[in-house]
């Protein structure tokens, strides 16, 4: 189901010319507490959109930036030393009126790359791990890399909306030797949002 709709927003995308057209930059800024510290996520977006009827639909590309200065358990056996994970993926969207002022909607990273400092691995074997490279988006568990989704709520005044909402993330590392498996933490971010349309 998630990749037929992604496929027809990128169908909407590509054949989107006949109708409205608008171009946003987003600024975007959150924050998890899990457990002993807290996790900072960053994020910056470009965005072409596409109206049809009474929702549109856009693309774009996101710039995701996690930081930790704790340790993060990653899964039962493994912590990080920290966590510096920097992403560029191609985003898609979907969006919907409630009102003249108010609007619905969801965005989510489909592919891209990842970079990041090297970090110990905390847990067996004294190791360290990278980010791993190569982003795409493959549903749940089977996700491969560093992703961001957003569900939201956007109020509009003018050129500019304010946007709040949770945010979906998944990184993922691989230590050194390969000898950890796949490292992968889930997380989620309350955020807020400055978008400019022009």
Known sequence: M???LISLIIIF???GRAWGQDYSLSASLGASRLLSGSTHVISFMGVRYFDVSFFRVGGGLRFT????QSELRINSSYKLSKLSVSALNLAILIEMDITSEFVMGF???AFGASSGDEVD???GSPVTAKPVTTNILLGGKPDRGSLNSEYYIAYKY???RLATGLSHQVTEY???DDSAGKLQRFFDTAFLR???FF
């Open 65 to 68: 930036n996690w930081q930790r």
């Open 121 to 123: 691995l905390i847990g």
């Open 158 to 160: 003018l050129n500019y």
């Open 13 to 15: 995308c590509v054949y």
């Open 2 to 4: 998630r990749f037929r």
């Open 107 to 109: 965005n989510i990273d």
């Open 194 to 196: 400055l978008d400019y």
């Open 174 to 176: 691989r230590s050194v």
